[in-house]
């Protein structure tokens, strides 16, 4: 069992499956959070659209394009934009897609973006649903007797209350039928909503009667910038338990080596409680920082010296073997 020791029983610095192991296999595949948990990831991430018929399903984007083959199955269903939207499909739709590596069109044609990943077109791959994923973990830490937590982030929840759907409040109830009711269970839950956030621990969770660790999730956009101050920090707090930023916001991306510019954002973060787990760690070439030598040195960096908590990473397995090695 040496193997499936996680690195947080050798250290407190957590490692965050993004979508799974998705350097690896295609992201949000229940093959991809299986080697993610192999790999001995902390938490494996899942992030969650609702369908037509108000089904809850593990899915980056809340349009199929990108990933599936939508267009070929379905066609005459774009909307204006020439997009597919989850919300307007029913899961037994969606059941018949085929899902793949990530996908950006060119000249017409869907073309693979991170090319040195899991073939497009190749074995069968399929969308879950939230409640097959979260069966998967709990699964799997009956069977190895590990405690590998998820981390769940509601996607998108303003397009989802415009169309009628209260996609909050779906994956509030389907945690709690799971039994994440506290935040002492192995949970975060995310969103990039601000006024999201705010409802879920205002409205949300007491009316489920849990408590769960909710984290705001921070892009590189003026919507944010009202929370890098201290004063804004402290109002997030009130809210949140982890604060989880674009990784550009915590070392500036010109810093040179050996002369780091780190912002004050995990510190300002701490000094009101709440953990940081900044995205996107990836080894895909041209994916490093500009100033790291290697992914293990961009690693370094953000956890030892700007002092991250945790890491979301396509590639768990280089994370947990740093943190282990370190």
């Known amino acids: 069992m040496a193997s499936l020791i996680s690195s947080q029983a050798l250290a407190q610095k957590v490692v965050v499956a993004h979508r799974g192991a998705s350097g690896y296999l295609p992201e949000h595949t229940l093959e991809a959070k299986s080697m993610a948990y192999a790999m001995g990831a902390d938490y ?28 070929e199955k379905f066609p005459g269903r774009a909307r204006g934009d020439g997009r597919h939207y989850v919300i307007d ?39 879950a649903t939230l409640a097959e994923e979260l069966e998967l973990v709990q699964g799997l830490n009956i069977s190895t007797g590990r405690q590998v937590g998820i981390y769940p982030e509601i ?38 909503g601000w006024e999201e956030v705010k409802r879920l621990r205002d409205e949300i969770l007491p009316e489920a009667g849990i408590d769960l660790k909710l984290v705001q999730l921070v892009g590189d956009t003026e919507d944010y910038q009202w929370m890098f101050s201290p ?11 982890g604060f989880g930023p674009d990784k550009s916001l915590l070392i500036d991306p010109e810093s040179k080596p050996g002369q780091l510019k780190v912002s004050r954002l995990v510190e300002l973060a701490h000094a009101n409680g709440m953990q940081v787990h900044p995205y996107t760690f990836r080894a895909d070439e041209g994916q490093l920082e500009p100033w790291a030598e290697s992914f293990e040195d961009m690693l370094e960096a953000f956890f030892f010296e700007a002092d991250i908590d945790g890491a979301f990473t396509d590639f768990p397995d280089r994370a947990v073997n740093f943190l282990r090695d370190r």
Do not use: C
């Not at 804004?232 to 809210?239: H, I, L, P, Q, T």
């Open 155 to 192: 996607k998108s929840p303003e397009f989802h209350l415009a169309e009628g759907k209260d996609l909050g409040r779906a994956v509030v109830a389907e945690l709690k039928k799971y039994g994440y009711t506290s935040k002492q269970d192995p949970i975060f839950l995310q969103t990039f």
């Open 89 to 127: 499909f029913t899961l037994a739709e969606i059941r018949t897609l085929a899902l793949s590596e990530g996908a950006r069109l060119v000249d017409g044609k869907r073309e693979q973006g991170f090319k040195s990943r899991f073939p497009m077109g190749k074995s069968s791959f399929r969308i």
């Open 44 to 71: 494996v991430e899942q992030d969650v659209v609702m369908t037509k018929d108000d089904q809850l399903i593990v899915i980056h984007d809340i349009t199929l394009d990108r990933t599936t083959d939508v267009a």
């Open 231 to 241: 004063e804004g920090m402290a109002e997030v707090g009130r809210y949140a338990d």
